[in-house]
């Protein structure tokens, strides 16, 4: 197996960190350039001709490849480096997996991401009350699913990319003082990845962008 130099745009926060979680996971070696999306960093034409959407994250591989959108990004990296796969062999399984990604990445994500809310309303309260029910109606659908698929992780035994999007977006809630007590299984499984080294490394609090203001909140 080849290694590539591996470099990702990324912001330190919550649910921009998937994709560094399969990075850490399978161990391989990358380089971080943060872009400030509070500093609109996203929009300046250096990083916009790499995406188009001003979105992050952004991967670069093989010298000058770009890839964009998480769930892209991880099964690139799991398709060219199968070590520790994230993505079970049975169809079944798999399609599992893909589909909590997606109610997470698709279903959740974009409706608290700065964007959307800067969008529905100047007001920090407003925002606050918005993402907090689009994330509460999230987790819901998201409890019923695991409930039927989970084993020790989001779907079965072994670790997969609905981890990798699991764990963000409920760091995410906690962000926004969402209550997920009423949520068990969402609890015990962040609990269980809460304690995997890869995880712990790839949390936003270690992320080289992250304000050591906020260290203590994460």
């Known amino acids: 197996m080849v290694l590539h130099e591996i470099k990702i745009l990324n912001y330190f926060v919550f649910l921009y960190t998937c994709s560094v979680k399969a990075l850490e996971y399978k161990g391989l070696p990358y380089d971080v350039v943060p ?106 659908a998201l409890e019923r699913t695991l409930m039927e698929c989970s084993g020790i992780y989001c779907v079965g035994n072994d670790i997969t990319m609905a981890d990798c999007c699991f764990v963000p977006q409920v760091a995410n809630a906690h962000r926004f003082k969402v209550d997920i007590s009423c949520f068990p299984t969402i609890k015990r499984i962040e609990k269980v990845l809460a304690e995997i080294p890869a995880f712990q490394r790839a949390h936003a609090s270690s992320q080289p962008d992250c304000p050591p203001e906020l260290y203590s909140k994460l």
């Open 35 to 140: 872009v400030q999306l509070m500093r609109e960093e996203q929009f300046q034409t250096g990083f916009t001709k790499l995406n188009p959407m001003a979105q992050v994250p952004a991967l670069i591989v093989e010298g000058n490849r770009i890839l964009l959108q998480s769930i892209a990004i991880i099964e690139y990296l799991d398709e060219v480096y199968p070590n520790k796969p994230l993505l079970p062999q049975d169809p079944l399984h798999r399609a599992k997996v893909r589909e909590i990604s997606e109610l997470i990445a698709s279903g959740i994500q974009p409706l608290q991401n700065l964007r959307t809310l800067h969008k529905h309303s100047n007001d920090s309260n407003e925002k606050l009350s918005w993402a907090q029910f689009w994330i509460h109606n999230g987790l819901q």
